[in-house]
């Protein structure tokens, strides 16, 4: 039987990312407790919302109280959920410092909640291979119990095997090939040219060198990212006519909306600024101490005080 970790977030961001889905009973159902309802809204959803929502919820506190009764009843997506809220409890557990400022009592708590997040996926996985969501964690489990690049290689590629360009997988596993866990920044652009190499234009998966740059800005605070590669990065994602608006178009627009302020260039920043009013994202900023400030100085920059968009003036 599953029993409960508890932890509180912090406290959570102004804006509401759950819009993004365009699905607005779910949250309701949510904050609510009601799991035959999230389940049904969740089976409705394609993979890449429902990807997004998966996160969504494990990002919200206490879920783990009423989605226990469901997992323990053996309901697969409720197992996913719940692991999925056990790997965010682990995060905040550890929190987002680098492994020499954090406490051998926070390691801790970060393997427990880990260790029973992998317990619950892998439950999945071992009777439902083809269930991407809980093999999507799994990527992030492997991260965090550091069971090395070759194991979370082998867990995406059953992933890409199902859903070909699945981006959320694809920048769960990026992390891995990171210097700051285990790779270099020769093999995390090594596998940004390999997804942009495959992947259809329009989509998503051809920006994850976007991501390294703003990987690399995280390491190198003082390194001020290229700017010609993001044009041709805009152009071949969010920009070309096969793009299609989800969840993930919104987290490319928010690291190239990112990029460009970081470089010093605000109007190249504005128009996906101006698409992230409709689909709020904050990939990228989100590694900012003050996320919220930070995003509405950039975005009043780029887009001007006097623009009025979903969420009021900038």
């Known amino acids: 039987m599953t029993a409960a970790i508890g932890v509180t977030n912090r406290a959570t961001e102004t804006y509401n990312p759950w819009l993004a889905l365009e699905t607005p009973a779910l949250r309701p159902a949510v904050e609510a407790g009601d799991w035959g309802l999230t389940a049904r809204i969740l089976g409705g959803l394609d993979v890449e919302r429902c990807s ?40 905040l557990r550890r929190s987002g410092y680098r492994a020499p400022y954090v406490s051998a009592a926070q390691f801790a708590g970060f393997f427990e909640a880990l260790s029973a997040a992998e317990e619950l996926l892998t439950s999945v996985t071992a009777v439902a291979p083809t269930y991407v969501h809980a093999w999507e964690w799994r990527i992030l489990t492997a991260l965090g119990l550091e069971l090395g690049i070759v194991e979370a290689r082998r867990r995406y590629d059953h992933i890409a095997a199902l859903v070909p360009h699945h981006f959320a997988a694809q920048q769960t596993f990026l992390q891995h090939l990171l210097p700051k866990w285990f790779g270099s920044w020769e093999l995390a652009e090594a596998f940004a040219d390999e997804c942009r190499g495959v992947a259809p234009l329009g989509s998503p998966s051809r920006a ?40 993930w178009g919104a987290a490319v627009h928010a690291e190239l909306a990112f990029l460009y302020s970081r470089a010093g260039q605000p109007r190249s920043a504005a128009v996906h600024f101006a698409a992230l009013d409709v689909r709020p994202s904050r990939n990228g900023w989100a590694y900012h101490d003050r996320t919220e400030a930070i995003y509405r100085k950039g975005r009043r920059r780029a887009l001007g005080r006097g623009f009025v968009g979903r969420f009021g003036s900038s």
């Open 52 to 91: 997004k929502a998966v996160g969504l919820i494990a990002e919200t506190d206490g879920v783990e109280a009423w989605l226990i009764p469901a997992a323990n009843g053996g309901d697969l997506m409720a197992r996913t959920v719940l692991g999925a809220r056990f790997v965010r409890i682990a995060w």
């Open 208 to 247: 994850l060198w976007a991501t390294v740059e703003v990987e690399r800005w995280l390491d190198i605070p003082s390194h001020r990212p290229q700017t010609h590669p993001l044009g041709h990065i805009a152009a071949e994602t969010v920009s070309h006519p096969a793009h299609r608006p989800g969840p």
